[in-house]
């Protein structure tokens, strides 16, 4: 069951044969979350795209992350590759360390933990928001915009594409590549694959020119240098490269759509904002859990009774963080936005060893997104809420998002 | 995140994981900052004595 033929039947009930790409799902996907999660069925199950199951309470999808020995991240997409053979030269080519196990996934986050620290990140906050800026500047004077493709699509690519050390005029060419991979390729894996292989193809020929003309505190070049710590190959830097691409561009770019989508039907929220600044952190956290963008896979490694659910050696689990952030066991009213909630342990960025590496950072690019355009156009709205696209699957957020000020 | 909450308590090494900042009892001003901490740490991993 790999075509969208097979697989897009109507969907009777979700906690027996649930549909991540059902349409409906897509665009808006917490009732089915919630019916999911308030059923006796709280972890759900698929014959759909390969099979999976989906937990969808906080308490257990934090469990499986945490129990990271049975539930590995050998295969970490919501979807079976079956195209997996016939990646030829580009097989061995993962997303360290997000797609490590120990004792592996130890040295391969290491290396990359002191790139995205604080103190690391807080170095791009300057051309993050003169960045914003200056895509505004190209629109503010329409009146008009599609805050997704003229502004969040546009930041994160850049800002990776700066500490990747790589031309900014391939931003475009990335997010299709990784839109390929992402969005398009869960569901055509010749599309996954044509668009893998470009980004490996690309990154292949980076790490080449970083190897005849090393530069100066530069990403890949100080990984290729790192060799004297821990058995540093190509691949694994091709495949942190790969990660940045992966990890680092549609997920921030579906928070900062999703953030903007909902200022633009929350006049009172951009007001909260506006007469109190002292919120933006507690506001950051909790448009993060509320629209929490990224739904990760978990394989497990041997059969184990969990919750009362058969697992067998081999079955996918799709970790459904934006479930979990929306469980009332977990938040008071799950489904309200409440910029100053004091208790927000989210998991939208996950938990256990593989909680997102690049957090810090997506959090600077989030803030400093939203802060300029709200700054810069203070009262917006949709110019209609039915014209709206959305992405969904791996990653959930706006695509076509038309605002009007 | 503590280090976004209560930026005077937590800080952070090469690494980026969480140093405490402050040695002792904590000063008064910092409490209702520091229990924020704790209460958005996503790994539940504060403890705060009294």
């Given at each position: 069951?790999?075509?969208?033929?097979?697989?897009?039947?109507?969907?009777?009930?979700?906690?027996?044969?649930?549909?991540?790409?059902?349409?409906?799902?897509?665009?808006?996907?917490?009732?089915?979350?919630?019916?999911?999660?308030?059923?006796?069925?709280?972890?759900?199950?698929?014959?759909?795209?390969?099979?999976?199951?989906?937990?969808?309470?906080?308490?257990?999808?934090?469990?499986?992350?945490?129990?990271?020995?049975?539930?590995?991240?050998?295969?970490?997409?919501?979807?079976?590759?079956p195209l997996r053979q016939a990646e030829?030269?580009?097989?061995?080519?993962?997303?360290?360390?997000?797609?490590?196990?120990?004792?592996?996934?130890?040295?391969?986050?290491?290396?990359?933990?002191?790139?995205?620290?604080p103190q690391s990140v807080a170095k791009?906050?300057?051309?993050?928001?003169?960045?914003?800026?200056?895509?505004?500047?190209?629109?503010?004077?329409?009146?008009?915009?599609?805050?997704?493709?003229?502004?969040?699509?546009?930041?994160?690519?850049?800002?990776?594409?700066?500490?990747?050390?790589?031309?900014?005029?391939?931003?475009?060419?990335?997010?299709?590549?990784?839109?390929?991979v992402l969005e398009v390729g869960l569901?055509?894996?010749?599309?996954?694959?044509?668009?893998?292989?470009?980004?490996?193809?690309?990154?292949?020929?980076?790490?080449?020119?970083?190897?005849?003309?090393?530069?100066?505190?530069?990403?890949?070049?100080?990984?290729?240098?790192?060799?004297?710590?821990?058995?540093?190959?190509?691949?694994?830097?091709?495949?942190?490269?790969?990660?940045?691409?992966?990890?680092?561009?549609?997920?921030?770019?579906?928070?900062?759509?999703?953030?903007?989508?909902?200022?633009?039907?929350?006049?009172?929220?951009?007001?909260?904002?506006?007469?109190?600044?002292?919120?933006?952190?507690?506001?950051?956290?909790?448009?993060?859990?509320?629209?929490?963008?990224?739904?990760?896979?978990?394989?497990?490694?041997?059969?184990?009774?969990?919750?009362?659910?058969?697992?067998?050696?081999?079955?996918?689990?799709?970790?459904?963080?934006?479930?979990?952030?929306?469980?009332?066991?977990?938040?008071?009213?799950?489904?309200?936005?409440?910029?100053?909630?004091?208790?927000?342990?989210?998991?939208?960025?996950?938990?256990?060893?593989?909680?997102?590496?690049?957090?810090?950072?997506?959090?600077?690019?989030?803030?400093?997104?939203?802060?300029?355009?709200?700054?810069?156009?203070?009262?917006?709205?949709?110019?209609?809420?039915?014209?709206?696209?959305?992405?969904?699957?791996?990653?959930?957020?706006?695509?076509?998002?038309?605002?009007?000020? | 995140?503590?280090?976004?909450?209560?930026?005077?308590?937590?800080?952070?090494?090469?690494?980026?994981?969480?140093?405490?900042?402050?040695?002792?009892?904590?000063?008064?001003?910092?409490?209702?900052?520091?229990?924020?901490?704790?209460?958005?740490?996503?790994?539940?991993?504060?403890?705060?004595?009294?």
């Amino acid at each position: 069951m790999t075509t969208v033929e097979e697989n897009s039947g109507p969907v009777t009930d979700p906690t027996s044969d649930y549909n991540i790409f059902d349409p409906e799902f897509v665009r808006d996907p917490y009732p089915t979350m919630s019916e999911i999660r308030e059923s006796k069925c709280p972890i759900a199950h698929t014959d759909r795209w390969g099979g999976s199951w989906f937990p969808t309470r906080y308490d257990d999808v934090v469990a499986i992350a945490q129990e990271h020995e049975i539930f590995t991240s050998r295969s970490i997409t919501v979807t079976a590759s079956p195209l997996r053979q016939a990646e030829g030269p580009y097989a061995g080519i993962a997303a360290p360390p997000i797609t490590s196990d120990p004792p592996d996934h130890h040295w391969h986050r290491r290396l990359i933990l002191p790139v995205f620290a604080p103190q690391s990140v807080a170095k791009y906050e300057q051309g993050t928001r003169d960045l914003c800026n200056r895509l505004i500047d190209g629109f503010i004077d329409k009146g008009e915009a599609d805050a997704g493709t003229d502004y969040a699509q546009q930041i994160p690519v850049r800002v990776i594409s700066a500490m990747l050390g790589v031309r900014d005029d391939m931003a475009d060419e990335f997010v299709s590549w990784v839109r390929g991979v992402l969005e398009v390729g869960l569901t055509d894996p010749i599309v996954r694959l044509e668009n893998r292989n470009k980004i490996i193809n690309f990154f292949r020929e980076e790490l080449a020119d970083r190897k005849k003309n090393p530069r100066e505190n530069d990403l890949i070049t100080d990984l290729l240098n790192s060799g004297d710590k821990y058995p540093v190959t190509d691949q694994y830097v091709l495949g942190v490269c790969n990660l940045m691409l992966i990890a680092g561009i549609d997920t921030t770019w579906s928070a900062i759509g999703s953030s903007l989508w909902h200022f633009a039907q929350h006049p009172e929220h951009r007001k909260q904002l506006r007469d109190n600044p002292d919120l933006w952190p507690t506001a950051v956290e909790e448009l993060l859990r509320a629209y929490s963008p990224v739904t990760m896979a978990r394989l497990v490694d041997r059969d184990i009774e969990f919750q009362g659910c058969p697992m067998k050696a081999g079955d996918r689990i799709l970790m459904a963080f934006p479930a979990a952030n929306r469980d009332p066991r977990q938040f008071e009213n799950p489904d309200e936005v409440i910029l100053d909630r004091q208790h927000n342990r989210h998991v939208a960025f996950g938990s256990g060893i593989h909680r997102c590496a690049g957090s810090n950072l997506a959090r600077l690019e989030l803030r400093v997104a939203l802060q300029v355009w709200l700054e810069r156009i203070p009262e917006f709205s949709l110019v209609d809420p039915a014209a709206v696209t959305w992405a969904g699957g791996q990653v959930h957020g706006p695509r076509v998002c038309r605002v009007r000020f | 995140m503590c280090s976004i909450a209560a930026p005077e308590v937590f800080g952070s090494d090469e690494l980026g994981h969480a140093t405490v900042l402050i040695e002792g009892d904590l000063p008064e001003h910092l409490h209702a900052k520091t229990r924020r901490a704790q209460a958005n740490c996503p790994e539940d991993a504060i403890i705060i004595e009294e």
